[in-house]
């Protein structure tokens, strides 16, 4: 099983391959498409670090500077995505808008990967234990959020068991 340093990564380099997707696109609907899905995926990716990740690394390690600037970049990021998925598909307004959300995201990944994956890799914590923790409520939040018409009825199913696992088992 990855660790929850390594999820983090392999999110943020899925992320980046959206990013460079997009900038090779050229029409709108496709564009659109790729906002769309980043969009999913930041999103997504921010609860994970919002609600595990972080909490416990405050809890462990403390960072609390790091981790105040990391939330405060999440914040803008979601204000970014709220205004993107306002914009149709046509124009420039997309494009700038999202182009705005990258450099935002670069800047952040930058910074955690740099500052505080390394530090939380130096720690104590148990990387193996949290990395199971994220895997687990990532599914849920992938079901939670496929695109309206796309969830099964296997899939609620499966989610609502799992969410009762997390419950009865450890807290994230």
Aim: hydrophobic content about 30%; overall charge negative.
């Amino acid at each position: 099983m990855p660790s929850a340093t390594q999820l983090i990564r392999r999110d943020h380099k899925k992320v980046e391959g959206l990013f460079d997707k997009f900038e090779q696109t050229k029409t709108d609907g496709a564009k659109k498409r790729i906002v769309d899905q980043a969009i999913r995926e930041l999103e997504i990716h921010a609860k994970l670090e919002e609600e595990i990740f972080y909490p416990a690394v405050r809890k462990q390690i403390g960072e609390e500077d790091l981790l105040d600037e990391a939330k405060q970049e999440h914040q803008q990021a979601k204000e970014m995505m709220r205004e993107l998925k306002k914009i149709s598909d046509k124009g420039g307004e997309l494009d700038e808008k999202f182009s705005e959300l990258m450099e935002s995201v670069k800047h952040h990944v930058e910074e955690e990967e740099n500052e505080l994956l390394p530090k939380v890799e130096q720690s104590e914590m148990d990387l193996a234990d949290l990395g199971d923790q994220i895997l687990e409520r990532k599914e849920e939040l992938q079901e939670e959020m496929q695109p309206s018409g796309a969830k099964s009825k296997a899939g609620r199913k499966s989610a609502k068991s799992s969410g009762r696992r997390r419950k009865s088992g450890r807290a994230a």
